[in-house]
């Protein structure tokens, strides 16, 4: 009898040890595909410019409607014989918007994207963020790549950054090169404008888009204390402060003025840029859609 009981309480510690083990290797298998996502790469796009080649890494789980957004304009060629309007040393460069030939006017672009500065990412020497107006939602075409570290573009509590989507990882010198280049009244660009034009001739995907859509999962933008985000608009966000000292006003993207700043977006109110030998610039970011005279503006 008692050789009969072990037996069968040996089989039932095996049955349940199999059924564990069945069901860890379907946790495996389930796991797998997930597994394999995760670890495909971010898209790249090659910049091909005038003055030489450059590729951005996009980050769509950081910002999946910026990205999209981007490559949408990436795929359809918008990007082609467009200017970088924008140099301000020690600053950023910025482009995307204005036909590469006279009058340099600001394409037609599809309808803005929602801020999703508060993804995590910071503007940081070599990141790319979108060019906008003082509507912190107001971003399209224009995108800006910082020179050097920009703190004053990164979001606050009480109000909106620049949304970061983006790093160049090869060809930095060539940004730097044209970050260099002499610059003043252009065309319609009454300053900041490089005397010699830049020339977006291209921007191509290098690698598969993982961005058609928002990544599930991913971070939502994070609202400035007090404000919310539904339906694709923000609701009563505060556009950065203006009149901070030292700073410019920002250039609005789109807006195919004239008069004043270049059309790039650009951040309002935001401080001079700090270069990272520690001196300070004399400029401020303008608003990405085209980026900042003081933040990036388009």
């Known amino acids: 009898m008692h050789d009969r009981n072990c037996t069968a309480a040996r089989h039932t510690v095996l049955g349940a040890a199999a059924t564990l083990l069945a069901a860890f290797t379907l946790t495996l298998i389930t796991a797998a595909p997930a597994s394999a996502q995760s670890a495909q790469p971010n898209p ?90 003082p509507n912190p939602d107001s971003g399209t075409s224009q995108f800006y790549i910082n020179l050097v570290d920009n703190p004053d573009l990164d979001p606050l509590p009480t109000r909106w950054g620049y949304t970061v989507f983006g790093k160049v990882i090869q060809g930095m010198n060539v940004v730097e090169r044209i970050g260099l280049l002499p610059t003043g009244s252009f065309g319609p660009f009454k300053s900041e404008a490089p005397l010699k034009p830049v020339i977006i001739e291209s921007i191509t995907l290098v690698t598969p888009s993982q961005s058609g859509a928002p990544a599930s999962g991913a971070a939502a933008p994070a609202s400035p204390s007090g404000t919310s985000t539904a339906a694709g608009k923000s609701t009563g966000a505060a556009a950065p402060p203006s009149g901070t000292a030292k700073t410019k006003a920002a250039a609005q993207s789109g807006t195919g003025s004239t008069t004043g700043a270049s059309s790039a977006a650009q951040p309002a109110g935001a401080k001079d840029a700090t270069g990272s030998d520690g001196a300070k610039s004399t400029k401020t970011p303008a608003s990405p859609t085209s980026p900042p005279s003081p933040p990036p503006k388009s």
């Open 44 to 133: 790249e796009v090659l910049v091909t410019t005038n003055m030489g080649s450059f590729v951005i890494e996009l980050r769509p789980n950081r910002a999946p409607l910026t990205v999209a957004n981007f490559l949408r304009y990436v795929q359809t060629g918008f990007y082609t014989d467009t200017l970088i309007h924008r140099v301000v040393a020690n600053f950023i460069i910025q482009g995307g918007g204005h036909e590469a030939t006279p009058p340099y006017a600001l394409k037609p672009t599809g309808p803005p994207v929602v801020n999703e500065s508060g993804n995590g990412l910071v503007n940081k020497r070599g990141t790319v963020g979108l060019a906008r107006g």
